[in-house]
């Protein structure tokens, strides 16, 4: 497994939870990372980017102000801190390991996915 996300849970309106996901150094090193989410029944949504070096960071509009990508390279893991959780947040999360230093929302700009973490929010 190249990546592996974790974190995911039941949580309740304006709960907080950190996902984190770890990447092999192969695909960490000098890349991009990205969440992206998918809803039951929709297509799959970019959620941040964050890059190489953690200068760059880019989020959908939806979640700008509560939600912070983050990278440790020592540890090779991508962290998507999320506060203030709504309905709408629910999906399943994947990161996604970019092919080049800079990344943005394209989800083609991406080659390693995750296999997914469940977060549901209840009202």
């Known amino acids: 497994v190249q990546l592996q996300a974790s974190g995911g849970g039941l949580v309740q309106v304006g709960d907080s939870l950190t996902l984190s996901c770890t990447a092999s150094?192969?695909?960490?090193?000098?890349?991009?990372m990205g969440w992206f989410r998918q809803a039951r029944g929709s297509e799959r949504e970019f959620v941040a980017s964050?890059?190489?070096?953690?200068?760059?960071?880019n989020y959908v509009d939806s979640v700008k102000g509560r939600f912070t990508i983050s990278r440790d390279d020592a540890k090779g893991a991508v962290y998507l801190q999320m506060n203030s959780l709504k309905p709408e947040d629910t999906a399943v999360y994947y990161c996604?390991?970019?092919?080049?230093?800079?990344?943005?929302?394209?989800?083609?700009?991406?080659?390693?996915w995750g296999q997914g973490t469940q977060v549901t929010v209840s009202s």
């Open positions: 996604a390991g970019g092919l080049r230093p800079y990344a943005g929302r394209d989800a083609g700009a991406y080659r390693y």
């Open positions: 150094r192969r695909i960490f090193s000098n890349n991009a």
């Open positions: 964050i890059s190489w070096k953690g200068t760059v960071t």
